[in-house]
């Protein structure tokens, strides 16, 4: 792994990606920051820079097969490389139980989260087996691990990635590349704002969790680091959950 590597984070305007690909920059890393809205993208990308970082902005709809191969080409094509992959974007179209789920919703959201990912994945492969090698991480989510009455369409979707993960790493294996996922449990972003604007249900996940706080996106941005670094050359497949230990309490 060279350096300073070039590595991708989709949905790195906001939250979690972006937090990633904060830390990552400071990390020496040249990160490409991506999601639908690419004013927001080069927003954060100048933020980066001016932190002394190096960033540009791509934006890419990962449910749209054609964005999906120009972010990968115009990466290599502006870099020269690619090292590393964060499949962090995600859809969550539904709330409430499966029957209020239909198929267009169900397509979405496997399409996005699952194909999407894979299809990544793939387009990255060649470019990152001539650089050497590099790291794959998916953005999963407890969600995939436990039964959940209210999101459980988005579950089926984490638990699918985390087959991914297991699937990508044996593929990839051979190219040099590791695959691994972090599933985190619930952190304050703008995905979980109608939760947390209830501050009852603050006090209750702040009860639960038994390190006692709501996760915060630089939580998971560290994992992510550790997953794409030297320290963690001999993991490839695994599912790492950071949660604040709320899984093995049975869930919330
Ligand atoms: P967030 O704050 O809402 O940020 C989502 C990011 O993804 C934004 O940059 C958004 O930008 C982008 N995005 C959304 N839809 C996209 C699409 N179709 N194509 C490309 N980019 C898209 O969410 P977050 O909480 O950081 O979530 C990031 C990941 O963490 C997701 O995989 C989620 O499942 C996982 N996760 C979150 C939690 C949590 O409690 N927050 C818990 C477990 C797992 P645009 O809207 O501009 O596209």
């Given at each position: 792994?060279?350096?300073?590597?070039?590595?991708?984070?989709?949905?790195?305007?906001?939250?979690?990606?972006?937090?990633?690909?904060?830390?990552?920059?400071?990390?020496?890393?040249?990160?490409?920051?991506?999601?639908?809205?690419?004013?927001?993208?080069?927003?954060?990308?100048?933020?980066?820079?001016?932190?002394?970082?190096?960033?540009?902005?791509?934006?890419?709809?990962?449910?749209?097969?054609?964005?999906?191969?120009?972010?990968?080409?115009?990466?290599?094509?502006?870099?020269?490389?690619?090292?590393?992959?964060?499949?962090?974007?995600?859809?969550?179209?539904?709330?409430?139980?499966?029957?209020?789920?239909?198929?267009?919703a169900f397509d979405v959201i496997m399409h996005n989260n699952v194909f999407g990912s894979m299809r990544l994945g793939h387009l990255a492969r060649p470019h990152m087996a001539e650089a050497g090698g590099g790291a794959?991480?998916?953005?999963?989510?407890?969600?995939?691990?436990?039964?959940?009455?209210?999101?459980?369409?988005?579950?089926?979707?984490?638990?699918?990635?985390?087959?991914?993960?297991?699937?990508?790493?044996?593929?990839?294996?051979?190219?040099?590349i590791r695959v691994n996922a972090v599933a985190p449990g619930l952190i304050r972003t703008d995905f979980s704002k109608a939760l947390l604007s209830d501050e009852r249900m603050v006090k209750h996940f702040e009860r639960?969790?038994?390190?006692?706080?709501?996760?915060?996106?630089?939580?998971?941005?560290?994992?992510?680091?550790?997953?794409?670094?030297?320290?963690?050359?001999?993991?490839?497949?695994?599912?790492?959950?950071?949660?604040?230990?709320?899984?093995?309490?049975?869930?919330?």
């Open positions: 792994m060279p350096s300073n590597p070039i590595t991708v984070i989709t949905g790195s305007s906001r939250g979690i990606g972006r937090a990633a690909a904060e830390l990552l920059a400071a990390r020496g890393h040249r990160v490409v920051i991506s999601s639908r809205d690419q004013d927001s993208c080069e927003s954060v990308a100048e933020g980066i820079r001016e932190a002394g970082g190096e960033a540009i902005a791509v934006a890419c709809h990962v449910g749209q097969d054609d964005q999906l191969e120009a972010l990968i080409s115009d990466t290599v094509e502006r870099f020269g490389r690619l090292d590393n992959l964060v499949l962090n974007a995600a859809s969550n179209p539904v709330y409430g139980p499966s029957d209020n789920v239909d198929r267009k794959v991480v998916l953005v999963s989510s407890i969600a995939g691990m436990l039964g959940n009455r209210v999101i459980g369409a988005y579950g089926l979707s984490k638990a699918a990635e985390n087959q991914l993960v297991r699937n990508l790493a044996l593929e990839f294996g051979g190219d040099g639960t969790t038994p390190l006692g706080r709501i996760g915060e996106p630089e939580d998971i941005a560290r994992v992510i680091a550790f997953l794409v670094g030297e320290d963690s050359r001999w993991l490839s497949g695994q599912v790492v959950t950071a949660d604040g230990g709320i899984t093995v309490t049975g869930g919330f």
